[in-house]
T-cell receptor
Framework: SAVISQKPSRDICQRGTSLTIQCQVD?????MFWYRQQPGQSLTLIAT?????????ESGFVIDKFPISRPNLTFSTLTVSNMSPEDSSIYLC????????????FGEGSRLTVL | DAKTTQPTSMDCAEGRAANLPCNHS???????VYWYRQIHSQGPQYIIH???NNETNEMASLIITEDRKSSTLILPHATLRDTAVYYC????????????FGTGTRLLVSP
């Protein structure tokens, strides 16, 4: 198993600003992902965070809006750029620790409110 | 990849068994059935998974039909803390696959 910590746990931001969310895992993970969960909705995969290279984004998500870094096996950041109220969501970091490709571990999420 | 169908919501009395169904009629031979749950304001939590045999762990049991087209997650003695959204996801058994979450079943456990 793995414990995933996210910071900040919540924040209130002004329109047009950017916020970086940090994700720290207590053990090495083979893969890391970022999900978004809009109010009352299910989770949507934003991107796969690749160690030492550019993230792989899902349809509808672009690097300019959601730049992601993963400098090592246990840490990743997601930036939400030029925020608008539509970006108000919970952002969740997750990791895969082994060969069991369906068993993801999730952080508690970062609840972002954009005014 | 196989899609899943779950009821939108279910109710269960505390102490009773909660049986959550999932249909995955297009599942293929190398795909597993995974269950997650998300308690309010928390990240999703892995519960259990199986291929074709029934599985049990400390959290739940998973019953998969012989044709594998449907499954049932069983919480044998539901508690108020089991109130959550439960997601059934089909995952390929070989190679990596991104997890895609559907809308899940909102289970409400009442006293």
């Amino acid at each position: 198993s793995a414990v995933i910590s996210q910071k900040p746990s919540r924040d209130i931001c002004q329109r047009g600003t950017s916020l970086t969310i940090q994700c720290q895992v207590d053990s090495q993970v083979t893969m890391m992902f970022w999900y978004r969960q809009q109010p009352g909705q299910s989770l949507t995969l934003i991107a796969t965070a690749n160690q030492g290279s550019e993230a792989t984004y899902e349809s509808g998500f672009v690097i300019d809006k959601f730049p992601i870094s993963r400098p090592n096996l246990t840490f990743s950041t997601l930036t939400v750029s030029n925020m608008s109220p539509e970006d108000s969501s919970i952002y969740l970091c997750s990791g895969l620790t082994g060969a069991n490709t369906g068993e993801l571990f999730f952080g508690e999420g970062s609840r972002l409110t954009v005014l | 990849d196989a899609k899943t169908t779950q009821p939108t919501s279910m109710d269960c009395a505390e102490g009773r068994a909660a049986n959550l169904p999932c249909n995955h009629s297009t599942i293929s031979g190398n795909e597993y059935v995974y269950w997650y749950r998300q308690i309010h304001s928390q990240g999703p939590q892995y519960i259990i998974h199986g291929l074709k045999n029934n599985e049990t762990n400390e959290m739940a049991s998973l019953i998969i039909t012989e044709d594998r087209k449907s499954s049932t997650l069983i919480l044998p003695h539901a508690t108020l803390r089991d109130t959550a959204v439960y997601y059934c996801i089909v995952v390929r058994g070989t190679g990596f696959q991104k997890l895609v979450f559907g809308t899940g079943t909102r289970l409400l456990v009442s006293p």
